[in-house]
């Protein structure tokens, strides 16, 4: 190739005009499950589960649920009860096609990313190059312009909507351009907090369409739901009444039934309507898209931007607890990513999930990653809360003896375990170890060599003999510690490594903790 069209294909990939391809890591091994018979274990949690939603549908009144679990891309457990007619005494089934109200969020943020992907829109870009009326618009003069991102986040500075919100799914995108143009009032200033916006979801959808040409429903319909196989739909007509879930409020003692709004604009923040079995495909390709690995893609949207859906941008706050079924309370700290809540609980376990509620409609999803677990509840009556439930239902799953569900192990990389071994050999003389090329140039300006002779040799004569050397127990590709097992005790010592190549020593920690006398 000649050396003129060789620079010029190198300057076009810098600026971005060819696709930009990443090296993998040579011998990167992604986190796996230990056991082997993970379906068996946790099958035997099943009565217990079915008989916890039973109760609890019955509890509060719901007149028909569908509720489902998924482990490792699979729907493997479902019970259903009530009906989706109380008239006509229709049985709820795992086909059932309930209206699941915001947990269409998720939905119109992959289609808003996914466009991002295809170089179509930036998620810095400001709404009011797709909606010009809301120029200028904020609650102060020096808000700063909304941003796509801001409307993924709930970050808008637009109030808290909910009982206004889902009362306009079939209000029409003039009509939202009306309102826009009309002014909007904020409740804070943009960018600064988070504030749950139906109307800012609503945008998000007409942003679609501006940038798609096609309906938002279509889009997603055309992009999401056909390459899942999904059977979705965001217009409760089209919808064979045998199989469409009819919505009720539960007063004066007895179901009043909600009349169902046809399909328009703000639909993409509430509108969608499906099942538990459809939707169980929808919440495999969000696990799938967990560990990072070097497989190839094979969903609608690239694992890494899912992934990205799932970390938290918006602080919502702390101190949230729930009560499990043992009694215990248990505190969280919550956030939002895009379309999606971001959970870490006392436990130290994440979740990812989003509810739904709607005048005759409750709904919940919730995946643990790192455990390949997920549930899903759908219920037809009024905010129906499908959340306390999946948590439950979760907790259980995870601490009930005969399950012991846990989550994926990091294996050490070949980098730590190289780094183990030579570590190992040198202490605890540190016998030419400062020409060994094992220590990064800091090293030894950080640690003076003495010390470390003294520390480690100090640490060596109280453990006494060695008996044997632990695995390398990994934190992350580069960083980990290991155990040396000795007559008196164990030592712990911890390294990290460089991001060059080869890998060296930059960090060290070396402990001492004595058997405890019987």
């Excluded at 209206?99 to 289609?111: C, D, Q």
Aim: charged share 20%; with cysteine.
């Amino acid at each position: 190739m000649q050396k003129s069209k060789l620079c010029t294909i190198v300057m076009v990939a810098a600026f971005g005009l060819l696709p930009f391809f990443i090296s993998a890591q040579v011998g990167y091994l992604p986190p796996y499950f230990k056991d082997s018979n993970r379906l068996e274990k946790l099958s035997t949690a099943f009565p217990v589960v079915e008989k916890m939603v039973q109760k609890y549908a019955a509890d509060n009144h719901f007149p028909g649920y569908s509720f489902g679990i998924v482990l490792d891309g699979k729907l493997v457990f479902t019970t259903s009860g009530g009906y989706t007619n109380v008239g006509t005494k229709t049985p709820a089934t795992s086909g059932s096609m309930f209206r699941i109200a915001s947990m269409s969020k998720s939905f119109t943020a992959m289609a808003i990313v996914k466009l991002r992907d295809e170089g179509k829109l930036n998620l810095d870009d400001k709404v009011s190059k797709y909606i010009p009326e809301i120029k200028n618009q904020g609650l102060t003069t020096d808000a700063a312009p909304i941003t796509i991102k801001d409307l993924l986040t709930h970050s808008a500075g637009f109030p808290e909507d909910n009982p206004w919100g889902d009362r306009q799914l079939e209000k029409s995108a003039q009509e939202l351009q009306a309102l826009i143009k009309k002014g909007i009032h904020f409740s804070t200033a943009t960018g600064l907090s988070y504030e749950y916006s139906n109307l800012g979801f609503t945008m998000l959808g007409y942003i679609i369409e501006k940038v798609s040409g096609k309906n938002y429903g279509a889009y997603i319909s055309e992009n999401i739901w056909k390459p899942l196989q999904m059977e979705a739909s965001w217009e409760f007509s089209s919808i064979d009444d045998t199989k469409l879930a009819h919505g009720y409020r539960w007063i004066n003692n007895s179901w009043e039934e909600e009349a169902l709004l046809h399909d328009g604009i703000y639909g993409a923040m509430g509108g969608m309507i499906t099942s538990v079995a459809s939707f169980s495909k929808y919440v495999s390709l969000h696990l799938d898209a967990w560990p990072p690995r070097n497989n190839i893609e094979t969903g609608p949207v690239k694992r890494s931007t899912i992934r990205e859906m799932h970390q938290p941008s918006r602080f919502i706050g702390l101190g949230a607890s729930y009560k499990y079924p043992s009694g215990r309370a248990c505190a969280t700290s919550a956030a939002y990513g895009y379309g999606l809540s971001w959970l870490k609980d006392c436990t130290g376990r994440t979740s990812i999930a989003h509810s739904g509620g709607l005048p005759g409609f409750g709904s919940n999803w919730r995946i643990l990653p790192e455990y390949g677990l997920g549930v899903i509840l759908l219920a037809n009556v009024t905010y129906a809360p499908t959340a306390v439930l999946n948590t439950m239902v979760i907790d259980t799953l995870l601490r009930m003896g005969t399950v012991d569900l846990q989550p994926r192990i990091l294996p050490a990389s070949a980098a730590l375990k190289n780094t183990q071994a030579k570590l190992t050999a040198l202490l605890p003389q540190w016998k030419n170890a400062a020409t060994s090329n094992l220590f990064a140039e800091n090293f030894f300006k950080d640690y003076k060599m003495d010390a470390l002779i003294k520390e480690a040799t100090s640490i060596f004569n109280a453990a006494g003999e060695l008996h044997g050397t632990g695995d390398m127990i990994p934190e992350n590709e580069l960083r980990g510690y290991y155990y040396l097992h000795a007559k008196n005790g164990t030592i712990k010592i911890s390294f990290t490594l460089t991001p060059t190549n080869p890998t060296q020593i930059q960090e060290y920690h070396i402990s001492f903790q004595k058997n405890i006398e019987e």
